[in-house]
Every structure is written in C-alpha cells, then in structure tokens.
C-alpha cells in the first residue's frame, strides 16, 4: 500500500503562487463570471478527509493573464482506490484539477492515475467522464457533488481498464502503427507536416521473443518518449514538412518536435493516447 505522505506535495499553508490564491476574475469578465477559485476548492476538499495536492502546471505566456491563466492541480483522496492489490503498488488514482480566472477555460475535474516509480502523471481518455462547471452560479456544494460521482469510477471503471492493458499485449506491426498515429496526433498542428521518425516513440519499450509488448507498456513508453508530461522534454525525433525557401519555393524541411508548454494541448494528447490504445483492445463480444 502506498503511503500517501511519500509523495511530493504542498498544502495551501505551503503554496505561494499567486494564481492559486487568485480570488477575483479577470478584469475582462463581467460581473456575472462567478470565480470558483482553486484555493476554495482544495480547502473544501482537505476538510472533506485530507486530500493531498500538488501544483503540476501554470501557464505565464501571455503577459496579460499572468495570476489570472490555466493551472492544473493534481491531488488524491484516501477514499480513493484501485481496489486491486497489483494496482496499488505502483499506481495512485487522481482528480486533475484544471482552473483558470480570464474565462478561456471552465473547472474541469478529470479523472487520472499517478505512476509513483514513474513520478509521472496520466491524465485518462474520453471514456471517463470529464467534469466541466462554468463560472456561473457554482457553489461548494456543487464542488463537492462532483468528486462524490467519480469516486466509484476508479474501482468500477478505471481498474478494470488498467488491467486489461497490461493483459493484451500487441505485436511490432501494430506498434509502429500506434506510434504513428501519436507522432501524427502530436504533429497536428504543424503546418504542411508529411511524416516523422515515428519509430523513435517506441525505444525503450520491453518485448517479449515474439516482438509483442503489452499495451500498458506501450503507451507508458510513448507517452514518456512523446514528451506528454507537463515540463517533459521529448525524445530526439525529428520530422519533415514543406515551407517556403528565400525565394518563397516550396521545399522540404526539418525539424526537431519540440517541449509542449499549453496546458491544453498537453491535456488533449494525453486523452487522445488513451482513447487511441483502446483501439487495440480486444472487442467485447
């Protein structure tokens, strides 16, 4: 059983950044953006049984949302559970919690697991329900309803679909597939991008004679080597796309793919590489 205190976390006494003290909304909301402040959720939680919590990411890119921007807070819960002994020794369930003050981005509860060997974060796909609550009318009653709902998802959901990656396993064929299919997904955003050396997302990852690897193993390795923990500097990959030369010729060029840093984005790929494993899940009869 994982001690919860082993973890590297804060509490509010602890936490000094401002945008987690923020109390008020950006000056370019209206009177009628009711601010559910990040502070008031996780001081509700600690005294609803002593939720543990850390700070994973902050957005300052744009000046002017600076203290007001996208943050996401991942904590745990004692009432949290796997439920399974083989799960718990590595694996804590999570609430990622994301906020923001300047009305770009809702309170969103989404449902995750923390790797405590790995010290690395998974934030699960579309098939676990995502809470989204608007900045209108929100009370800590309701902040509470929430995360009563999700409780039952970790043993009754998320359990079940950790295991059955680690028990299916998926041959090299099908391997390179996946990674393209990230790299692609990753790359998506890139101008006129053609193709990537794909087949880097896979070093590392534990095969058997036969070639196969479970699927667990799989996404855990392109995950890491794609670069999708927030701060995480991606594996060397390089990739091709046309641009323009100095004579604006179309030509072929290359890049490294480079450090996520939007929260979003960094949100939305880790959803993805969990929706798109599913895939190679057996189909229920």
């Not at 009754?156 to 390179?176: C, D, M, T, W, Y």
């Not at 690897?213 to 796309?241: H, M, Q, T």
């Not at 004579?247 to 939007?262: A, H, P, T």
Request: with cysteine; aromatic share 8%.
């Amino acid at each position: 059983m994982i001690n919860l205190n082993q973890l590297n976390t804060m509490n509010l006494e602890s936490e000094t950044t401002t945008v987690i003290n923020q109390t008020k909304a950006h000056a370019n909301r209206t009177d009628k953006y009711s601010v559910v402040t990040t502070k008031d959720i996780l001081e509700q939680l600690l005294e609803d049984a002593g939720l543990v919590w850390t700070k994973v990411a902050e957005e300052n890119n744009t000046p002017k949302y600076k203290g007001y921007g996208t943050h996401l807070v991942r904590c745990t819960h004692p009432e949290f559970s796997l439920g399974k002994d083989d799960l718990k020794r590595d694996l804590i369930p999570q609430l990622y919690i994301k906020n923001s003050y300047h009305g770009r981005t809702c309170f969103e509860i989404h449902v995750g697991i923390f790797n405590v060997f790995q010290m690395k974060g998974f934030i699960l796909g579309n098939r676990f329900e995502v809470i989204k609550i608007k900045h209108i009318g929100l009370t800590k009653e309701d902040v509470s309803e929430v995360v009563n709902q999700m409780r039952d998802v970790f043993i009754g959901e998320v359990a079940p679909f950790i295991l059955s990656l680690k028990e299916n396993r998926i041959g090299e064929k099908q391997q390179l597939a996946f990674a393209e299919a990230i790299l692609r997904e990753r790359a998506r955003l890139i101008p006129h991008f053609i193709k990537g050396e794909h087949q880097k997302l896979l070093e590392g990852l534990k095969k058997d004679a036969a070639g196969t690897s479970s699927l667990w193993d799989l996404l855990v390795v392109v995950k890491d080597n794609c670069g999708l923990e927030f701060r995480s500097i991606p594996a060397d990959i390089k990739y091709e796309f046309v641009g323009k030369d100095k004579d604006g010729n179309d030509v072929l060029k290359e890049r490294k793919i480079s450090k996520l840093k939007n929260i979003q984005e960094v949100t939305y790929l880790n959803k993805f590489l969990f929706d798109k494993i599913t895939e190679y899940l057996p189909k229920a009869e």
